[in-house]
């Protein structure tokens, strides 16, 4: 039976390529070169579809893949519905932060009950945060470079990923609160556990005897 898995381009796939050498699965092309969506491995009963970070989990929620890795951002965003998450991978770290321009109050803001616009890709966490906060926000949906949107008036704050802390820094904004540690998560179709058993569980073995410390 053919084992699918779900992987995006990047720092996903890099930081995936040792979990899946312990598996001993070899990808036969490296994403980022080849315009081919569909990759096979050394392995002939196992291959890679390349998709987006954040659709990784649709894809594997409705069969279309077996096996998928995810970000917990991606897969709060996301509702983990129909999804098995044996693993906590512990690559692609960082931490989902709120962030505003250097100079803004955020504490007075904050304190003064004022209506905050919040720019965020992360719609759910942002509102979950906010609301466990008592805070009233705008959420304004962006697709990607959030950093911009304090600087230019769209939003007072943003929520965001930091790892280094060099975006922020490079675009005069800081953090301000932290929300959650973000990592990324081995997800399963709880279908394709039961059907494919022989062929997934040694691969759950092997990677949960090769995550990183
Ligand atoms: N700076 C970072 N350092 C470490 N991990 C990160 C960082 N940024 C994002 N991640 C994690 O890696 C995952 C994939 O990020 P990546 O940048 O490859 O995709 P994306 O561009 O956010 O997604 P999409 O293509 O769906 O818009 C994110 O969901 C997050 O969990
Ligand atoms: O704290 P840092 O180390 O600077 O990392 C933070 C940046 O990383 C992520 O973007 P990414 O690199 O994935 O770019 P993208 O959202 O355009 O894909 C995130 O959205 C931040 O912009």
Redesign the pocket.
């Known amino acids: 039976m053919t084992l699918t898995i779900a992987l995006?381009k990047?720092?996903?796939f890099e930081e995936t390529l040792p979990l899946l050498a312990a598996a001993g699965i070899v990808p036969a092309e490296a994403p980022e070169s080849s315009r081919k969506l569909i990759i096979g491995t050394n392995r002939p009963d196992v291959r890679l579809v390349i998709v987006?970070?954040?659709?990784v989990p649709t894809y594997v929620q409705y069969g279309a893949a077996d096996l998928g890795i995810a970000?917990?951002?991606?897969l709060i965003e996301h509702g983990g519905a129909g999804l098995y998450q044996p693993l906590d991978l512990n690559i692609?770290?960082?931490k989902m932060m709120v962030a505003v321009e250097n100079g803004f109050d955020y504490e007075a803001a904050v304190k003064h009950g004022a209506r905050l616009k919040v720019a965020t890709k992360y719609p759910q966490i942002a509102r979950e945060h906010f609301a466990a906060k008592g805070v009233h926000v705008d959420i304004i949906k962006l697709y990607g470079s959030m950093e911009l949107a304090p600087l230019v008036g769209l939003a007072d704050a943003i929520v965001d990923?930091v790892?280094t802390g060099g975006t922020l820094k490079a675009n005069n904004l800081q953090a301000v609160e932290h929300i959650i540690d973000?990592s990324?998560r081995l997800v399963v179709n709880q279908a394709a556990l039961k059907l494919k058993y022989d062929t997934i569980q040694p691969v759950l073995d092997a990677f949960a005897g090769a995550v990183p410390q």
Request: net charge positive.
């Open positions: 995006s990047g720092r996903i987006r970070a954040s659709d970000g917990r951002d991606v692609a770290k960082c990923l790892s973000i990324s």
